[in-house]
């Protein structure tokens, strides 16, 4: 067989960055080409063991259960005073997320090539960003997942806080503040189940332990751990420090903030809400859905109010974010499906038109939309992979979010027809704001300004290039992803429907 799995390779792709970032700090400071192949060669060997794990992964295990993680490794004992152990596994949905993970890694540390100084610390400090982020889709004890959770808010703050732009300091601490808050309620919830479920903090046995809680116990945990999950979606109300923290960001952290951060928080629910409360789930799916539909037409409606480029694409994130939890709470295959599938493509294409806003930001120093025009004819590179990002987030057929948003409306039309009604709004919505900004800056008389603007570049081509093909691809074909995820997910809906119907029976 071609592809080969190491021993422990998830451990070896959580850690090997953390190697590459321990190389870093021997190197001279003067070395920037070093440093940046060092950076770039501690992504590429986690990139080809995730393509590694896609291939290798067991599509059709048996069982119905959630128990069906692969390639485990544990648990082995950590602190074995608390029953802490060092335990980590893949399915369905975090296979998906760990192939996002090292792709969007890999091409944000190329983006990064741009940045000019403390490049040790930089790409240092995005290493352990990355092991963190790789950490939690692996984590299957409660207390390493926790840790790897609070591990990446560090290097975020600093990322943010020493290479970001001009409001950095107050853009860094309004992240840090506000993902702190949400990480105290997660904390108290999981100390919680820990002495519930017989004083461990394995999952999978929490998996069990937790469905036999009192409803009332459930809907408490339930939001608790929904307040650290939501801040990190961002899902409305708790939406607002993500503007700052993206028109602030270089464009590199931009991508890993929009393309991975956060999917973390969608993922949490899936592995911590719907596995360990299914009840409360259940019982509570309108919430989500309610929310879900707010995030779609309030992001949709601050995008289309935006002068800033980049703050109109990170408002378009909190819309699009909307849609995985609308397809999330509908508790459908198709739904469910369509929501971790947006998850997929939604970490691409947003990661496009952030690097894509780096690209304009680079050469003309500004992001005011209204400042370009007729870019088209100077940069006609730019402007086709421009378009086609933008296409691709609004749902043209054939693009990949195409497929996602309308397995989302499936499945939530079955469960909440009004709030998806209202939703499909947003597609009209997100089509206007997207094409007005379309028209502003690429169509009509160039501005003289922009006489001299060159075209894309060899670096900025391959960062992008992958990406357009993943969105065509995916847009024709989305089995690849939809293979991976649609077992462990219609395991998950039945998890959910089945202990909500036990419940129901027990009233």
């Known amino acids: 067989m071609f592809f080969a799995i190491v021993d422990n390779v998830l451990s070896w792709m959580i850690f090997f960055p953390l190697i590459g970032a321990g190389v870093l700090l021997l190197l001279p400071s003067s070395k920037a080409s070093w440093i940046k192949g060092v950076a770039v060669a501690a992504t590429l060997p986690p990139l080809f063991w995730a393509v590694q794990l896609f291939v290798a992964f067991q599509r059709n295990f048996p069982g119905l259960q959630l128990q069906q993680f692969q390639f485990t490794e544990g648990p082995r004992t950590w602190i074995g005073s608390f029953n802490i152990n060092y335990f980590l596994g893949v399915d369905g949905i975090s296979i998906s997320m760990v192939l996002l993970t090292a792709l969007i890694s890999t091409i944000a540390v190329i983006a990064s090539f741009g940045i000019n100084r403390q490049l040790k610390a930089y790409f240092a400090l995005f290493l352990l960003l990355d092991a963190g982020m790789m950490g939690v889709f692996c984590a299957l004890d409660f207390f390493l997942f926790y840790v790897f959770w609070e591990i990446m808010l560090l290097p975020m703050y600093f990322l943010i806080g020493i290479w970001g732009g001009p409001n950095k300091i107050y853009a860094a601490i309004k992240f840090f503040l506000y993902t702190l808050f949400g990480s105290v309620f997660m904390l108290l919830a999981v100390i919680f189940l820990y002495f519930k479920a017989g004083h461990t903090f394995n999952m999978v046995e929490m998996m069990e332990t937790s469905r036999h809680l009192v409803m009332g116990v459930q809907v408490l945990l339930w939001f608790a751990f929904y307040i650290g999950f939501a801040i990190k979606i961002p899902a409305f109300p708790f939406h607002t420090w ?166 989302v409306f499936m499945g939530g039309f079955k469960t909440f027809p009004l709030y998806t009604i209202v939703s499909a709004t947003g597609i009209i919505l997100t089509a206007a704001y997207l094409l007005w900004t379309l028209q502003r800056m690429f169509l009509g008389e160039l501005n003289p300004k922009y006489a001299t603007l060159t075209d894309m570049n060899r670096r900025e081509l391959l960062t992008l290039i992958p990406l357009g093909i993943i969105v065509i691809i995916l847009g024709v074909y989305p089995m690849p992803v939809l293979d991976l995820i649609s077992q462990t997910l219609n395991s998950l809906v039945g998890h959910v429907t089945s202990a909500a119907a036990a419940g129901m029976a027990g009233f």
């Open 242 to 407: 993500l503007p700052d923290a993206h028109v602030e960001a270089p464009t590199a952290i931009s991508v890993i903030l929009a393309g991975v951060l956060l999917k973390m928080g969608t993922y949490g629910l899936l592995r911590i809400n719907f596995a360990l409360l299914p009840e409360a789930t259940a019982k509570l799916a309108w919430v989500l859905a309610l929310i879900g539909m707010i995030n779609i037409v309030y992001g949709a409606l601050c995008a289309m109010a935006q002068s800033d480029l980049k703050k109109l694409v990170a408002y378009s994130s909190i819309s699009h974010m909307g849609y995985v939890m609308l397809g999330m709470a509908s508790l459908t295959p198709q739904g469910i499906n369509g929501a971790v599938l947006q998850m997929f493509n939604h970490g691409t294409i947003t990661a496009m038109l952030f690097l894509l806003v780096g690209v304009v930001y680079d050469r003309a120093h500004h992001r005011q939309i209204d400042g370009f025009g007729g870019l088209a004819n100077q940069v006609p590179v730019y402007t086709g992979l421009t378009a086609l990002a933008f296409f691709a987030s609004l749902g043209l057929p054939g693009l990949s979010g195409f497929v996602s948003e309308v397995l």
